[in-house]
């Protein structure tokens, strides 16, 4: 750890202390180009892809919509509405599961008048290049800026699918001061924020000086991990002569890109146990994020598309720009299918991704990757009892004592627990990682947090009776 | 014609079962495939490092390799006898154990092996072979298996064995001998388990501090750190301990602070008590390279069940078994005191885990 500290101090890069080095496994996705995605015969649009209240359909059956259009309004300030992708003939309204195992009402719309090759990649290459003409930042008001991103229904594209215009919206008693955007990409396998970095690197510095401008920020910064030396380049070009945005080079650490740990690293800010990056004056976006802010206000295009990584068990890995809505199985077939050994299936990374039951489930706007894992890569669970080795202790990155309080999860004294600090973990699972008796700690301690969420709002409702 | 007819019959009939058969195998089959899932479910994280209860525990193992090799130098066949035993008695108990108790068997973990090596180590080279069953069966009984087995445990299963001996047959276990002198009569060191008549009794390093001792020629360092002195199998070769050390140090099986708490407590410790009254206190790197202070701070202190859980507690547990066998050594009765001090330390891991723990990152939640 002291090493660590030296060595990023002598080169300059930033890094918190804990976290574990897992293989980043990025090689195999990480050359690709983006490639655009043909459509699905047919797309099922979740209607509550972000955190909030789900939004309410705006769209009848047997309906024609076309690609672009709003097919949901938000269901109030903390939600987003919903677009299509695609362009089609809306059939019943259904539900489907989303990612998180949620069952959620849902627009399936069957594709019409499907787009060639070639207008897939003029769409595509509009997605990467910035708009023509801009409004100079000094002219827009915060208020547009915030404005088109509610209409545009862009929430958190990096995994948390948090309403963006609700975190630029500073309430009147804080201060923002730096924007960070978050390019770390710290999860292994992943690697679509890497190619959105060399891509469309312009785009990524314009979200950042809207978002600056929404929220009053004098400084913005670019955090990007060690391994990405490309996206490092590309992106120190386009904030060259800018002098209130810089890159940040963060060593390559998992969970750099928890905010938790990328705050201190970067800004060397702690943000205190149950507040937010607001609290230390920050907000933090992620690369596709801002990507999106840049559409929304430049082109008031919504949030229809994302890029999205697709590795491992497939034959043709790559990195793709799908329409949202697009199952899983569609995705994974134009990836090449999936290869004999595939074992499981992943939306995300395999650090903190979901395993899928189903192919059907559709790509929301926080799937950053689809990941296939073969059957020998599949985490043994040989578990044994805790034999109070301490490198959980040891790892967690916010401090924690990961076996204790699995102990008391387990034993159901989730008062103790709690005295532990169950409510205080960020779930990134580093302790399940380094455990040599292969105990599911994280999922323990996910567990513990659920049953504790359960039993505050049972006492809520008791006591509001 | 009455045949034919039921003939035909029964042929309609088993052709309708076995349609009906069919669709239901049909049915059965859509039933499994549905409810059975195709893919892995499972919590995340997906990735795991290598490091596995087992792989620590043949780290272990693998670091006693030089110890036990020249434990077979210095003492003979009395090595392979009691590792031997220590072996096959800690496993007996513990699969006895576990099918007593209706449990899956834990024999495959490795922590057995461990602690009989440790065990064996530990114990004079003559020692008799019921006493050695004996201690085996306490280790693994009392020390683990009442506790609840692999991680349950307070204490140090090799140590509460070791403890056990020490009181039930006290003399058998201060009786030392001398090196095997393999030039003079090679056959002396085959003396036939527990008739160990033709050893020559010498007194441990140790034992030549205590006052009263008869003879009181101290071995000199380089003896010490080569290994050819009196006392327990395994803990007298400096070099060879050293060895292990380094290969679970690289590792990372065990971690720096627990060894360098004690020996780094217990050289200041002596070394005080040295500068104070030089005539009546040895040298503080005799005490390191005499008895069992090598082997204890890198293979029984650090025994990751019975230690503290946080860095931080490691030292400080440590310190404590390091000051702790220094007040036994220099004003106990007992010329030794590893054993002791790292059990007393055991009873106190936890207490010093909980004052010890860290604070999250960002501070405590607030209620």
């Known amino acids: 750890m002291i090493a660590e500290k030296l060595i990023a101090k002598m080169t300059r890069k930033k890094v918190f202390p804990r976290g574990i080095h897992p293989n980043d496994s990025k090689s195999a996705t990480c050359e690709q180009p983006i490639t655009p995605l043909a459509w699905p015969a047919e797309v099922t649009i979740p209607l509550q892809q972000h955190i909030g209240a789900p939004a309410s359909p705006m769209v009848t059956p047997r309906q024609d919509v076309k690609k672009g259009e709003q097919i949901a309004a938000a269901g109030g300030f903390v939600s987003a509405p919903v677009h299509s992708g695609v362009g089609g003939k809306v059939g019943p309204l259904t539900t489907c599961l989303v990612p998180t195992g949620k069952r959620v009402p849902a627009v399936s719309i069957k594709t019409q008048s499907v787009p060639s090759e070639e207008q897939l990649q003029a769409e595509l290459e509009e997605y990467l290049s910035p708009a023509g003409e801009v409004r100079p930042i000094g002219e827009l008001s915060p208020e547009t800026i915030i404005e088109s991103a509610q209409n545009a229904g862009l929430v958190g594209m990096g995994g948390a699918t948090f309403p963006t215009h609700v975190k630029l919206k500073i309430g009147p008693n804080k201060t923002i001061d730096t924007i960070v955007i978050n390019g770390s990409e710290c999860e292994p396998f992943l690697t679509a924020d890497d190619r959105l970095m060399q891509q469309a690197p312009s785009l990524v510095v314009r979200g950042l000086e809207l978002a600056m401008r929404a929220t009053g920020a004098s400084r913005g910064v670019i955090a990007i991990e060690d391994n990405k030396r490309k996206a490092i380049e590309s992106m120190r070009q386009a904030v060259a002569g800018k002098s209130n945005l810089e890159v940040a080079v963060c060593m390559t650490k998992y969970p750099m890109g928890g905010e938790r740990q990328l705050l201190p690293a970067v800004l060397g800010r702690v943000i205190p146990t149950g507040g937010l990056p607001l609290d230390v004056g920050v907000v933090v976006l992620n690369v596709a994020t801002s990507i999106s802010l840049a559409h929304a206000v430049d082109r008031g295009r919504p949030v229809t598309h994302r890029v999205l990584t697709v590795t491992g068990a497939v034959n043709r890995p790559g990195n793709f720009f799908v329409p949202i809505g697009t199952p899983i199985s569609w995705v994974i077939e134009q990836a090449g299918g999936l290869r004999k050994d595939a074992a499981m299936v992943l939306m995300g990374g395999p650090m903190m991704g979901v395993t899928m039951p189903d192919l059907s489930i559709p790509v929301i706007k926080g799937t950053s990757g689809i990941t296939v894992l073969s059957r020998s890569e599949v985490r043994k669970m040989d578990q044994t009892a805790c034999i109070k080795c301490g490198r959980c202790v040891e790892n967690c990155p916010l401090k924690l004592s990961p076996t204790r309080i699995a102990h008391a999860v387990k034993m159901g004294d989730l008062e103790l627990a709690e005295s532990f600090n169950l409510m205080a973990c960020c779930e990134c699972g580093c302790c399940s990682y380094v455990c040599p008796a292969r105990m599911p700690l994280v999922q323990y301690l996910k567990s513990g947090k659920a049953a504790v969420l359960r039993k505050r709002a049972a006492a809520k409702a008791a006591s509001t009776k | ?367």
Request: with cysteine.
């Open chain 2, 1 to 367: 014609m009455n045949s034919n007819v039921s003939h035909d019959k029964g042929q309609e009939f088993s052709d309708a079962r076995t349609q009906k058969i069919h669709e239901n195998a049909k049915v059965l089959e859509k039933i499994a495939e549905a409810s059975q899932p195709e893919w892995i479910v499972e919590p995340g994280p997906h990735l795991s490092d290598k490091s596995t209860t087992r792989r620590l525990m043949i780290d272990v193992i693998v670091a006693l390799i030089p110890a036990m090799a020249v434990a077979v130098w210095v003492f003979g066949f009395n090595a392979i006898r009691l590792t031997g035993l220590c072996l096959v008695s800690c496993l007996a108990t513990e699969y006895l154990f576990n099918l007593i108790r209706k449990r899956p068997g834990t024999l495959g973990d490795f922590s057995a092996v461990v602690t009989a090596i440790i065990l064996a180590f530990s114990l004079p080279p003559t020692l008799p072979n019921f006493a050695v069953i004996l201690g085996s069966v306490a280790a693994i009984a009392i020390g683990k298996m009442i506790f609840g087995g692999l991680g349950q445990n307070i204490f140090n299963p090799a140590m509460v064995g070791r403890a056990f001996l020490m009181t039930a047959f006290p003399v058998l276990m201060t009786t030392w001998v001398a090196p095997v002198d393999w030039k003079v009569d090679s056959s002396a060191p085959a003396a036939v388990a527990g008739e160990n008549v033709d050893a020559v009794s010498q007194a441990t390093p140790l034992t030549m501090l205590k006052p009263g001792s008869a003879d009181r020629k101290l071995p000199v360092l380089r003896e010490l750190i080569i290994g050819r002195t009196s006392g327990s199998l395994g803990e007298t070769s400096v070099v060879a301990l050293l060895l292990g050390a380094v290969y679970l140090l690289a590792r990372r099986t065990i971690t720096w602070h627990i060894p360098l708490g004690m020996l780094g407590s217990a050289v200041i410790f002596a070394g005080i008590a040295y500068m104070a009254a030089p005539g009546k206190f040895v040298n503080p790197m005799f005490h390191l390279g005499a008895g069992a202070m090598i082997f204890g701070a890198f293979y029984i202190a650090t025994d990751l069940v019975s230690s503290p859980l946080s860095r931080k507690g490691q030292l400080i547990y440590g310190v404590g078994c390091g000051v702790l066998t220094m007040v036994i050594r220099q004003f106990g009765t007992y010329p030794e005191g590893v054993m002791f001090s790292i059990l007393m330390m055991n009873g106190l891991a936890p207490l010093i885990t909980r004052y010890t723990i860290s604070k999250p990152l960002g501070g405590n939640v607030r209620a």
